[in-house]
């Protein structure tokens, strides 16, 4: 009886933090694809002769991203959410449901640059 509390109590205290660190792996996952999309928005601006501001396509970004990785496939996060509109010169930004998910283990600064504060409404707000 005494070994079975014992290893309930364990239990107890590992638990939470186990799935706190798999909440942080998804995190650092998702902060991973933001800086992939950056680096091949980059490469297609150079490669295409793009100026600041040229609205691009996921389908634009597809040829400078890794085959068959999750990203190139579905274009989406870990999530299912898609990561928005891209801009030359304009940095990806973690979908707003992934933030809200994951804002328990990563802040602004865990995002940053790759966040922008939000309405209440989820679009983003004017400095």
Request: overall charge negative.
């Amino acid at each position: 009886m005494i070994v079975v509390s014992v290893i309930a109590l364990l239990a107890a205290i590992v638990v939470p933090s186990f799935l706190r660190a798999r909440k942080r792996a998804e995190a650092t996952l998702v902060l991973n694809d933001l800086r992939l999309l950056d680096a091949a928005l980059a490469q297609f601006a150079i490669d295409n002769n793009k100026t600041t501001g040229t609205e691009v396509t996921f389908a634009d970004l597809q040829p400078y991203l890794k085959q068959s990785s999750t990203l190139n496939n579905t274009g989406r996060d870990i999530f299912g959410n898609d990561f928005g509109a891209f801009a030359v010169d304009s940095l990806p930004l973690v979908p707003t449901a992934t933030w809200r998910a994951l804002s328990d283990v990563a802040n602004e600064a865990f995002w940053s640059p790759y966040y922008q504060e939000r309405t209440p409404a989820g679009s983003i707000s004017s400095p």
